[in-house]
């Protein structure tokens, strides 16, 4: 059973340009979460994905910055328009219920020159 | 969720037992405990997680203090490859963590 699948691992987009990161959970996993992780400092909750529904984007920031989870295929993190300050690691977890074991990604190191 | 305090770094030798406090004065009665670590350029690693009584798992085990206001990890005999940030976490429900900045454990030779 594969973890979570992460890609790409590394990211360098031009400011402006758009950003993808994909996440595949965990096998039997129906539960999402996108963090962030700023440089020296710890993760930041951004979202929670179930199946097709977004269930908690308190930690999104309001513009710019989407993510779903389809029926079919990996759950994306869209980030429109990048930024210097969007350049961060972001990790993706999964779990098979809200409240079980979260299994964590190896991220996606986006850059923004 | 509530917010922890944990030491920013600690020590300990090769083959030792290592203590990792937490303190959660403000935990409310259904927040659990979680534990995270977060290896070098990977993403964080669950530990273990408890709500009151102590837990143990072939990890680690977790101490609950009996008011609940802090915890501590366990790790038996530290080895190099626990060398992490370890992350003491609270939260009702759900995997919405507020990570802070944990403890950074180093383990000496």
């Known amino acids: 059973n594969a973890g979570v699948m992460q890609n790409p691992r590394h990211l360098v987009r031009r400011r402006g340009q758009e950003a993808r990161l994909r996440c595949s959970p965990m096998k039997g996993h129906s539960h999402v979460y996108w963090y962030r992780q700023l440089p020296e400092e710890g993760l930041k909750f951004m979202v929670y994905?179930?199946?097709?529904?977004?269930?908690?984007e308190s930690g999104m920031p309001k513009e710019r910055f989407s993510a779903e989870f389809p029926k079919e295929g990996p759950s994306i993190l869209r980030i429109q328009q990048v930024v210097r300050g969007d350049s961060a690691a972001y990790f993706c977890?999964?779990?098979?219920?809200?409240?079980?074991?979260?299994?964590f990604g190896q991220g996606t190191r986006l850059t923004v020159v | 969720d509530a917010k922890t305090t944990q030491p920013n770094s600690m020590e300990s030798n090769e083959e030792e037992p290592v203590h990792l406090p937490c303190n959660h004065s403000?935990?409310?009665?259904?927040?659990?405990i979680h534990w995270y670590r977060q290896l070098p350029s990977q993403g964080p690693e669950y530990v273990i997680h408890?709500?009151?009584s102590n837990v143990n798992n072939r990890m680690a085990s977790l101490a609950i203090a009996e008011d609940r206001k802090s915890s501590t990890l366990i790790l038996h005999r530290a080895t190099l490859r626990d060398a992490a940030v370890y992350y003491c976490?609270?939260?009702?429900?759900?995997?919405?963590?507020?990570f802070g900045t944990g403890t950074s454990l180093t383990v000496i030779p």
């Open positions: 403000t935990i409310s009665g259904t927040d659990y």
């Open positions: 976490i609270l939260a009702n429900t759900g995997n919405q963590f507020y």
């Open positions: 994905l179930q199946k097709e529904n977004i269930i908690d």
């Open positions: 977890a999964s779990s098979t219920d809200r409240d079980t074991e979260a299994f």
């Open positions: 408890g709500l009151t």
